[in-house]
């Protein structure tokens, strides 16, 4: 790595968008890696939908930008939209235009999601290929232009069931349509990990255009879909696989470009379907199930063994190795305890207001009571809860409730109503996490813990009163 090579990446997710605008960004994170192989990655808002990339080496919900050499960020689709048009006529795929919005080259493979280990098996599927078919379905949705129809859905999933013998499973929020009878019912009893890892142990995933269509289609898993306005599946290219089935109409893009016929305009946006819909005809998709399953069942060994591989490829962040001076990175991989203040002040304070804090850290010892107590005492007499003052302790190797217990008895002897913001980190810290605090820090005070790195030693105050240090002519780092 170079001396202008960015050491810390965010890829920054947050924003109005659905699932499958958030799958499509996931396009970044092997480009990136291939620009930058020796740069640490971090995802901010997809932890429930990129957990377990290999990746990634970090979820961040909470530090500046600042705390990144480089951040990603897609903070409008309308570019993508107003291009992406041409863009299809031109044979790029979805992804490709995502990855030429942020300046990135073509790639050949679409991006893909992982399902860990533990959550397949804690499905309680069974991943051989002698059993039935497994099919999971779903008939939730919420706009006219994928709404296909329930009693159509039924007729395929009733068809998949008696003909080929498929064991049915119904997925879905249960918001607009769903609960449609036919085999298990999950309807609203799953989220989004638990969808995906039931998603990756099916054989064949049969919804409207979606979200659980996307993540189908990340984790590996043969679609078929009536697709109806929009792009076609195609575009999306998870795999070659799927089967989308459209009626090619002119007005195809209109959820892209906005021009939407005046006859659509006027579906009833509850139940109404556009034409473009209505026209998919349920024989050409009962042929298109015969088709995709009898491919399924001729290649079903590899279909399978491909998403274990993608299984054995997943990576928990939660118990990766933290990062080599993370500068600022907060993972927040462990619980808060978070006490006093005004409101919600934890809630306010994220992102980079979480940064204008003036934070001071401390490693209590917490068999040292005279330690703790004289430093929550000196905390609580010159701080208030409106200030921008903010203690952070860690708790490790007590829980939570015993933290609790230990500060609420403190606060009600000291008889302060209103206390200031105090964050306690819940859990074992590594060596670099704590690093980490220490560098995001205003202030570090050694309590007789085990952690004072000698290159901190400017940054620590150790004998020196915490009047003094909270004062305006106190020392700084």
Not at 70 to 93: F, H, K, N, T
């Amino acid at each position: 790595m170079t001396a202008s090579e960015p050491r810390r990446i965010l890829v920054d997710h947050l924003g109005n968008k659905g699932i499958g605008d958030i799958v499509c960004e996931t396009a970044y994170y092997p480009a990136l890696k291939r620009r930058y192989p020796d740069a640490t990655l971090a995802s901010r808002g997809s932890r429930q939908i990129a957990l377990g990339h290999p990746l990634i080496d970090a979820f961040d919900e909470t530090s500046p930008d600042t705390a990144f050499d480089l951040v990603i960020r897609q903070a409008s689709m309308r570019p993508i939209a107003a291009r992406l048009p041409e863009a299809l006529l031109a044979g790029d795929s979805i992804f490709e235009v995502f990855l030429a919005e942020q300046g990135f080259p073509k790639q050949e493979a679409p991006p893909e999601l992982f399902v860990l280990p533990a959550e397949a098996e804690a499905s309680g599927l069974l991943d051989h290929g002698n059993g039935p078919l497994l099919v999971a379905y779903s008939v939730d949705s919420k706009e006219p232009s994928r709404r296909w129809g329930t009693e159509r859905f039924r007729a395929i999933a009733a068809h998949l069931r008696d003909v080929h013998g498929a064991t049915l499973i119904e997925l879905g929020s249960g918001l607009t349509a769903g609960h449609m009878g036919l085999g298990l019912d999950l309807v609203g009893k799953t989220d989004t990990r638990q969808a995906m890892a039931i998603l990756s142990m099916a054989d064949l995933f049969l919804g409207n255009n979606g979200g659980l269509t996307h993540l189908a289609g990340g984790v590996g898993t043969p679609c078929l879909v009536p697709w109806g306005a929009s792009q076609p599946y195609e575009a999306y290219c998870y795999e070659e696989v799927s089967v989308a089935l459209v009626t090619d109409p002119i007005c195809q893009n209109c959820g892209w470009n906005g021009e939407v016929l005046p006859g659509c305009l006027e579906v009833d946006v509850h139940s109404g379907r556009t034409p473009c819909m209505t026209d998919i005809d349920v024989e050409a998709m009962r042929e298109a199930a015969d088709e995709l399953v009898a491919y399924i069942r001729t290649h079903r060994p590899e279909l399978r063994g491909e998403r274990l591989s993608r299984r054995a490829r997943a990576r928990d962040t939660r118990q990766l190795h933290r990062f080599d001076r993370p500068r600022g990175i907060q993972t927040f991989a462990h619980l808060h305890l978070h006490v006093g203040g005004r409101g919600n002040w934890h809630e306010e304070h994220r992102l980079d207001q979480f940064s204008r804090l003036q934070r001071i850290v401390a490693f209590p010892d917490w068999s040292d009571e005279e330690g703790w107590r004289s430093l929550l005492d000196g905390y609580l007499t010159l701080a208030s809860p409106d200030s921008d003052w903010l203690l952070e302790l860690t708790a490790h190797p007590l829980p939570a409730p015993e933290i609790q217990r230990l500060i609420d008895r403190h606060l009600a002897r000291h008889g302060r109503a209103n206390v200031p913001k105090i964050l306690v980190y819940i859990g074992a810290l590594s060596e670099s996490e704590r690093r980490d605090l220490v560098e995001g820090s205003r202030f570090y005070v050694p309590l007789g813990s085990t952690y004072d790195p000698p290159e901190f030693a400017r940054g620590s105050h150790p004998g020196v009163g915490l009047r003094h240090l909270l004062s305006d002519s106190g020392p700084s780092q």
